[in-house]
């Protein structure tokens, strides 16, 4: 058994441009990596890109379908996918000057040619950075500095705030049909690339996290990290080379790169791409009959309310991640469907999940154990473990980790070589992991700890709620109070009696103690463009109150 700190390269870098390899975080602050399973002795020199596409057609996989637009405009084969990424690599070296280790920004939808751009960036070099399609302009410029990007790669329909960004920075349209269009360009380029051989461990894409909990942080990842979270999660999911992937997280956000993406890919499965989450998805999972998805919780909700509409039977498995998995949503999605979710814990910073578990070793409400290759424990502040059943802060070593790039921040992710996630958990006596909080959505109240996700649960399980939220607000006698943000179902009037009555329910179905006191109906939650609710957002909103 090996456990590696890794002290620099394990290969020889490619990179010309350096930016990446001098912005991680000064070695003794890396967390501790675990290589312990043959699965992740890669070689030094590794393009994760080639490895993904060059393997498929070594495998005879040419012919099959891969990447499918939900609408029908474009169908990639894996040799098509091949192809195209190779024709748009010469573009970007021959034309645009790319050289191993520059910074690509891509600003794009979910689509079969925003993921031909992803894999040309990584086979020609360069380091992707895949960006939200909702984001604006101060937002895109924010990126842009802290990822010092000069090139960028733009959806044609996303090209009015790209426009507006400040810096001297080379925009390429794509999808336009023009002239300068860079997939117009890329038809008359040659099909045939060699891919750049960069080090397993130079880094293939920075991923900035969602915000939740406020200023992004811009996270960094390895060529190996690529592969390294197939090895890791495919194995709990059990993808078949004939299932059909769906899901509606965006390609930047690393839970979607992942099951739309990698791990498709890794089996020579296919995946159905769809532009926007909501009925565009739901009509995508009718029509294309797709087998497994990957979406958060509120999406399945999404989907069970909306079953008399859209034929979803098609899915023999579905993951959930992003946020916890309530245990009614898991009872409810198996009572319709007959599936049982599997829900995982990842981040942006591990890159992908890091603790689940899939079929007879569910146990509804849990996260699951650690995946093969991750160490995780509960700990107290000093991060010692904590005795099982008892609630304290999750820390995870894994086969990935935590390198913020130029970020203060790394030495509060990262202590005594554990990442700390930001979680509170209890694992009990049989080693599983059951989420309580975010660390700051815990409630203290009255000397109770009260965690907002499980009255949340509880609320949930209320015919009239659709969705809720539960922060902490401040109050003189108890410290703190809880508080719920309730979304009604569409046919419910947020009335004062169901304020009273969705607080009776609370305190019958959970300890009473942890009622909430007070209910706001709300329309809609402040939520991330990943699907993420922003609690931070309804505190802030509660402290900027007038007393």
């Known amino acids: 058994m090996t456990t590696r700190l890794i002290p620099g390269p394990t290969g020889r870098s490619a990179h010309i441009d ?16 675990h290589w312990d399973d043959p699965r992740y002795a890669y070689p030094g020199q590794m393009n994760s890109g080639a490895v993904l596409l060059d393997d498929a057609l070594d495998r005879s996989w040419g012919d099959r379908p891969c990447m499918i637009a939900a609408d029908g405009s474009v169908s990639l084969g894996y040799g098509e996918l091949y192809e195209w990424s190779n024709r748009i690599a010469n573009v970007l070296v021959e034309d645009l000057g790319l050289q191993p280790g520059n910074r690509v920004l891509l600003r794009c939808f979910n689509n ?7 894999f040309a960036v990584l086979r020609a070099g360069g380091v992707v950075v895949t960006t939200m399609p909702l984001l604006r302009v101060n937002e895109l410029d924010t990126t842009i500095d802290k990822a010092e990007i000069a090139l960028a790669l733009c959806d044609s329909r996303l090209m009015e705030e790209m426009e507006k960004v400040s810096g001297d920075v080379v925009v390429v349209p794509w999808g336009s049909g023009g002239a300068d269009d860079l997939l117009v360009r890329a038809r008359s380029s040659s ?27 811009c996270t960094m990842h390895f060529h190996r990290d690529v592969l390294a979270i197939a090895d890791m999660f495919n194995p709990v999911a059990a993808p078949r080379a ?50 497994v998805c990957y979406t958060a919780p509120t999406a399945y ?3 069970l309310a909306s079953m008399d509409q859209y034929d979803i039977s098609s899915l023999r498995a579905g993951v959930s991640a992003g946020e916890t998995l309530p245990k009614p949503t898991w009872e409810q999605f198996k009572e319709a ?14 890159l992908h999940i890091f603790i689940s578990v899939s079929g007879d070793d569910i ?19 000093d991060v010692e473990p904590v005795p099982d059943g008892e609630v304290g802060l999750l820390a995870v070593q894994a086969p990935t980790g935590c390198r913020y790039l130029n970020d203060e921040r790394q030495t509060e992710y990262v202590k005594k070589g554990w990442n700390l996630t930001g979680d509170a958990y209890v694992k009990d006596a049989d080693g ?61 009037d947020p009335t004062d009696d169901l304020a009273g009555e969705l607080q009776s329910f609370v305190k019958d179905d959970i300890a009473p103690y942890k009622y909430p006191r007070e209910i706001d109906f709300v329309s809609a939650l402040p939520k991330t463009q990943t699907g993420k609710v922003q609690r931070y957002r309804l505190r802030e909103l509660e402290e900027s109150k007038p007393e």
């Not at 989450?277 to 739901?282: A, Q, R």
């Not at 007959?338 to 910073?349: K, Q, R, S, Y």
């Open 18 to 33: 350096p930016f990446c390899r001098e912005g991680l975080p000064p070695v003794e602050q890396w967390p501790v990596m």
């Open 112 to 118: 079969p040619w925003a993921v031909a751009l992803w």
């Open 191 to 217: 099909d045939g690339f060699t891919p750049v051989d960069t080090a397993a461990d130079d880094v293939a894409l920075l991923a900035f996290t969602s915000g939740t909990t406020g200023e992004p942080k």
């Open 242 to 291: 004939d299932d059909v992937f769906c899901g509606s997280p965006p390609l930047a956000f690393t839970f979607g790169l992942g099951g739309l993406v990698i791990f498709p890919m890794q089996v020579g499965a296919s995946a159905v791409l769809t532009e926007r989450p909501g009925e565009e998805f739901l009509n995508a999972i009718s029509e294309h009959k797709p087998t």
């Open 301 to 303: 909700r999404g989907m």
């Open 337 to 350: 469907t007959g599936v049982e979710l599997i829900d995982g814990i990842g981040a942006t910073e591990m």
């Open 363 to 381: 146990r509804p409400g849990a996260t699951g154990l650690p995946l093969l290759g991750v160490r995780a424990q509960v700990v107290d502040d």
């Open 432 to 492: 599983y992991f059951w989420f309580q909080a975010r660390a700051d959505d815990m409630i203290i109240s009255s000397g109770y700890n009260i965690a907002g996700p499980e009255v949340e649960a509880s609320l949930l399980r209320h015919p009239s709620v659709a969705e809720c939220a539960v922060v902490g607000v401040s109050d003189e006698m108890r410290t703190q109070v809880v508080k719920a943000f309730v979304v009604v179902r569409q046919d419910v």
